[in-house]
């Protein structure tokens, strides 16, 4: 993906970010791309989906929600 601002090809980053859903924080490793220029972060919508199915999966760990699949 090229960045917005400068144009230049991203590199794909991650990080461990703490992410809400329904209230509660959690932590996932979250995919990002990174504009080594400006410092600026953005996402795909691959990326954004990829996030937010690590935070629901999180969710559902924690309260022992059964996942798609398994329905």
Known sequence: MKSPITGKEMRV????????????????LFIFFLCEESGEKFEDEH??????NSVVGEYRA??????????
């Open 13 to 28: 980053s991650q990080e461990w970010r703490d992410m809400n859903y329904r209230n509660e924080k959690f932590p996932v």
């Open 47 to 52: 990326f954004a989906e990829l996030n937010y």
């Open 62 to 71: 924690k309260h022992d929600t059964l996942f798609t699949e398994q329905l």
